[in-house]
């Protein structure tokens, strides 16, 4: 918990999606919600709990979306 995630994705495909704007990424996490446009985010305010975060972009030739799961843990004490 507090610590940085790192969420990237890209678009590739054998048809061309034409130019996509960085605020046409939307990530959502299924416990937060909202997390960040753009195809590369930073995130330090995750929930504790087992996230499955969604990567969405639109483009001219539709909707293309990825997800990955992210177990944020309780920080314990260094001591």
């Given at each position: 918990k507090g610590d940085t995630i790192h969420f990237a994705s890209e678009l590739n495909s054998g048809l061309d999606p034409g130019v996509v704007d960085w605020s046409d990424w939307h990530w959502v996490s299924d416990i937060d919600g909202d997390i960040g446009h753009g195809p590369r985010?930073?995130?330090t305010s995750?929930?504790?709990g087992k996230h499955e975060v969604t990567a969405s972009v639109r483009h001219r030739l539709g909707l293309t979306k990825a997800s990955?799961?992210?177990f944020v843990d309780a920080a314990k004490p260094y001591k």
């Open positions: 985010i930073d995130v995750l929930t504790v990955v799961r992210v």
